[in-house]
């Protein structure tokens, strides 16, 4: 339950609200204009997302009552050793035999459940001004709520000179997770292979060998999953729950609203082997890019057919297909994308303890916890340095 009222700092006040009082807000709807994860996504992932999310609105006005941003926080009990291994791991789950929530504690989160942040920024030229403005206010918000921390999560690195802001005020800048990109400066995917390593190559062709050896596998693309969802929905669960960092589970109803009122975005990716699906990849496509969301996998072939190297090469193929620039794909499974030449994209989380006697020494702590420190690949990445 959220407590506190409206909170007055030197620039204007932070109003709480919630997706209701939203609804006819037109400041709601310029705030994420030009992202390719508008208000429309914001309101999907409240909607459809499972979990103990509780979500909120901060709106962020002037002292003439102007509305200059909406941002959306959440709160929701976080696991600070998530993904981290080795002896740290083991020492701290013999300690949560005894005390279970041991590193674990409520955070109120700047940014999106399902996805990077964004500033809900109402005109472009507030880059400045609505940094400023939610470091004045987030402190007083989390500790109405009993929030221990505060985090700003997965930010781009483009907004790193405006969150200059937050570092100079008791936050630690850690790196989270980076997405990866690949330019797509190709005529075609047999254009982009040539450029890469004779090794990767070689490897790549005895991959595609294999699945090709098999019956026939067909693509299809389309902007509305609803059909198959039954179908389709075991495949992304099966790879969810292999992967080591777990922060939020997609649902049946994501997907569905999605490609209900997402449509001129939405691009799921289906692949069938004699009328049975294997495969499947949910992406999302804005002006020139095409953002690789998640995938799902049938395991019983999966590995045998290679199929993460087959769907990826028919995504790259259709997005040079449809002129399109840049093809990011989501954090995680590194090891491919450095053969495949892609680049890591900086992701950023600013955190701070709402304790100000306890913030200098978390700060220095913080750091030995961030998710990047124990992902071997990383350091390999010729950019690696920018996080």
Not at 78 to 90: A, C, D, H, S, Y
Not at 287 to 309: P, R, T
Not at 349 to 364: A, D, K, Q
């Amino acid at each position: 339950m959220q407590h506190g009222g409206p909170i007055p700092f030197t620039q204007g006040v932070a109003k709480i609200v919630s997706r209701a009082d939203l609804q006819d807000c037109d400041a709601w709807k310029r705030a994420f204009h030009d992202k390719c994860k508008d208000h429309r996504y914001y309101e999907i992932v409240e909607e459809t997302l499972d979990g103990d999310f509780e979500y909120h609105y901060l709106q962020i006005e002037d002292p003439s009552g102007t509305i200059r941003a909406v941002q959306p926080v959440f709160f929701v009990r976080q696991n600070l050793v998530e993904g981290v291994p080795g002896k740290i791991r083991f020492v701290v789950d013999v300690i949560r035999k005894i005390f279970p929530r041991f590193l674990t504690t409520r955070v109120l989160m700047v940014g999106c459940a399902a996805g990077t942040g964004d500033l809900g920024a109402c005109d472009e030229n507030d880059g400045a001004w609505v940094p400023n403005a939610l470091q004045a206010s987030l402190q007083t918000y989390a500790r109405q709520n009993k929030a221990s921390l505060i985090v700003l999560k997965d930010f781009p690195a483009n907004y790193r000179p405006a969150f200059e802001t937050f570092s100079s005020n008791g936050y630690a800048r850690i790196p989270s997770m980076p997405m990866t990109r690949l330019a797509l400066h190709y005529q075609s995917w047999d254009d982009y292979f040539r450029t890469l390593s004779k090794a990767t190559r070689k490897d790549l062709r005895r991959k595609f060998r294999k699945a090709e050896s098999a019956p026939k596998i067909n693509m299809e693309v389309m902007s509305d999953i609803t059909p198959f969802l039954d179908k389709i929905y075991p495949l992304y669960l099966a790879v969810h729950e292999r992967s080591p960092l777990k922060f939020e589970t997609l649902t049946k109803d994501y997907f569905r609203a999605i490609a209900q009122r997402m449509p001129e975005r939405a691009r799921f990716f289906i692949w069938r082997q004699l009328d049975k699906i294997l495969a499947f990849s949910f992406c999302l496509v804005c002006n020139d890019k095409i953002y690789d969301e998640c995938i799902g996998l049938d395991y019983s072939v999966a590995l045998d057919l290679h199929l993460y190297f087959y769907t990826l090469r028919d995504i790259i193929s259709w997005a040079l297909q449809q002129g399109l620039k840049y093809y990011y794909s989501n954090p995680l499974n590194y090891e491919p994308k450095l053969h495949l030449d892609c680049e890591l994209v900086p992701l950023d989380l600013y955190v701070r303890h709402t304790n100000t006697l306890l913030n200098p020494i978390f700060r220095r702590v913080i750091k030995y916890l961030g998710p990047t420190r124990h992902e071997p690949v990383l350091p390999r990445f010729p950019n690696a340095h920018e996080l």
